[in-house]
Every structure is written in C-alpha cells, then in structure tokens.
C-alpha cells in the first residue's frame, strides 16, 4: 500500500515542491491550503488531492484530515509547511500583528499536531515533520516576531519528541537558510508605523541584504529533498539543515560578540 504525506501551505514554495517531489517517490500526497481553487496544476498530478485547510482554524484542520483518510486510507506523514514573516521594527508592530504571527507559525502548528497525534498514537507510527527555520536558532535585526516564532517551533519540536518517541511517532525539525521563494514577497508582512521614522535609515540598509540573500540562495528543491530524507531515513535524529548547517556551526563556536558583529556587517552594512 502507498503511503500518504500530508503537507500544509502546499500552494506555493516549499509546501508545492514538497508535494510534487513525494509523489515523484510514489506516495499520495494530501495538498493542503487556504483555497485550493488556485492550485489547479497540483490538482492535475496524479495521487495528490487538494484540500481547504486554514492552520488558524480547527475545524478546517479537522476537516482536511478526515477527508485526507477517506481519500486515501491512511497518512503516515504529517509535514507542518504553513507559515509566513512579519517583518520591521518590533516598535512598529500592533497587537493583532503580533497575534496573527504567532496565531500562523506557532499555534496553527500546535493545531495540526493536535489533530495528528491521536491517529499516529493508536497506529503506533507516524513522522510529524516541523519546517522550522535556521531563524529558530538564531537572528537578525528586523525578524523579531518571525524569529521568536521559529524559536518557539524549536523549543516546542524538542519537547515533543520526548513524548511522542515511546509511541513510534518521529519528531523532525527542518532548518532552511535563505531559499529562493515568495517568503521575500507574498509571504512578508511588513511592519510600519505611521509617524515612525527612526528605523528608516537601518531598515534602508537590512532590507535590501536580506532580499538579496533570498534571490541569491537555492530553489525550495533543497529543503523538499531535506523533508523527504526526514520522513524517509528511518532514524530518530531530529533536526535537518539543508544549506545553513555552516552558519549555524559558526554560531555554535563563536562568542556572541563577535557572532552578532558579524551579523551586523552583513545586514546593515
């Protein structure tokens, strides 16, 4: 019997590179996403069937894998893609703005993962795959909110994993550097204030840097091939950087002092 992958935020980047790659590998793909009216070309691929799912809405949640099992019989996969940047001085940042980035990256999460323990517990199998961010072990100026999201995606995977092990069920962390998708455009917010003008002068340096980097860096291939090793490789290990595991080193033996000046040469030089 094939097996089932069931991926949120699969309209666009890494989520659609995700779904085209498992279904290249043979397994069902269950493409979720917030209107799948807009996705007819996944829709045309066979074994993959889209599906309405909002990650800030339960019963969409609820809906999207009860319908997943009845197309397809079974998931064995769960892979939490959903998610988006809220970008700019924290100063500048509304309570709802606040909300509706932890409500997205962290709680919709929290949701979907509610939703799929149950069934992996009783199967006494299962990977939940988190697309966390190498922004989850460490920052930059004006990626605050985002930032505190992944760190909290982190802290949460980790802790789950101790839970979930005895069942059978996988806990993976995916850690992207920069990837080439819409996160620079259609998946950023960014933060203003009226009357705010402080941070125009550094926000006039960071910007462009940070969108440079993610014009210069690889296609979301890498982080799909990253999923599918996590879902596949049979271990217990936890945490997948695809092309960030050099920074992240670095940050691991480096004093901060000298990290953070790093940092600050390269996005607000």
Same mark, same amino acid.
């Given at each position: 019997?094939?097996?089932?992958?069931?991926?949120?935020? =699969?309209?666009?980047?890494?989520?659609?590179?995700?779904?085209?790659?498992?279904?290249?590998?043979?397994?069902?793909?269950? =493409?979720?996403?917030?209107?799948?009216? $807009?996705?007819?070309?996944?829709?045309?691929?066979?074994?993959?069937?889209?599906?309405?799912?909002? @990650?800030?809405?339960?019963?969409?949640?609820?809906? *999207? &894998?009860?319908? =997943?099992?009845?197309?397809?019989?079974?998931?064995?996969? @769960?892979?939490?893609? +959903?998610?988006? $940047?809220? /970008?700019?001085?924290?100063?500048?940042?509304?309570?709802?703005?606040?909300?509706?980035?932890?409500?997205?990256?962290?709680?919709?999460?929290?949701? @979907?993962?509610?939703? *799929?323990?149950?069934?992996?517990?009783? +199967?006494?199998?299962?990977?939940? @795959? %988190?697309?966390?961010?190498?922004?989850?072990?460490?920052? &930059?100026?004006? !990626?605050?909110?985002?930032?505190?999201?992944?760190?909290?995606?982190? $802290?949460?995977?980790?802790?789950?994993? !101790?839970?979930?092990?005895?069942? $059978?069920?996988?806990?993976?962390?995916?850690?992207?550097?920069?990837?080439?998708?819409?996160?620079?455009?259609?998946?950023?917010?960014?933060?203003?204030?009226?009357?705010?003008?402080?941070?125009?002068?550094?926000?006039?340096?960071?910007?462009?840097?940070?969108?440079?980097?993610?014009?210069?860096?690889?296609?979301?291939?890498?982080? +799909?091939?990253?999923?599918?090793?996590?879902? %596949?490789?049979? #271990?217990?290990?936890?945490?997948? #950087?695809? %092309?960030?595991?050099?920074?992240?080193?670095?940050?691991? /033996?480096?004093?901060? #002092?000298?990290?953070?000046?790093?940092?600050?040469?390269? /996005?607000?030089?």
């Amino acid at each position: 019997m094939s097996k089932v992958v069931f991926i949120t935020g =699969a309209s666009s980047g890494i989520g659609k590179e995700t779904a085209r790659l498992f279904q290249s590998k043979e397994w069902k793909v269950a =493409a979720t996403m917030r209107d799948p009216s $807009g996705s007819e070309d996944l829709q045309r691929i066979v074994d993959v069937e889209c599906f309405r799912l909002d @990650v800030t809405d339960p019963e969409s949640i609820r809906d *999207a &894998f009860s319908a =997943a099992l009845a197309r397809f019989g079974r998931i064995d996969a @769960v892979v939490n893609n +959903a998610g988006y $940047g809220a /970008v700019g001085p924290f100063e500048a940042a509304s309570k709802d703005e606040i909300s509706r980035q932890f409500e997205t990256n962290v709680f919709g999460l929290m949701n @979907v993962c509610r939703e *799929a323990i149950p069934y992996f517990r009783e +199967a006494k199998r299962g990977t939940i @795959v %988190n697309v966390a961010s190498m922004g989850g072990r460490i920052t &930059f100026p004006f !990626y605050s909110l985002y930032h505190a999201s992944k760190w909290a995606v982190e $802290g949460f995977s980790e802790s789950l994993h !101790y839970e979930l092990r005895p069942f $059978g069920i996988r806990v993976k962390i995916i850690e992207p550097g920069p990837i080439k998708t819409d996160f620079y455009d259609r998946s950023m917010t960014l933060l203003e204030k009226e009357g705010l003008t402080a941070y125009d002068h550094l926000l006039d340096k960071a910007m462009p840097n940070m969108a440079k980097a993610g014009a210069e860096a690889p296609g979301p291939g890498i982080v +799909a091939e990253a999923i599918y090793t996590a879902v %596949n490789d049979g #271990s217990w290990k936890m945490r997948y #950087s695809p %092309n960030s595991r050099l920074i992240l080193a670095l940050r691991k /033996v480096l004093p901060d #002092s000298l990290f953070f000046a790093i940092v600050r040469r390269s /996005v607000l030089r």
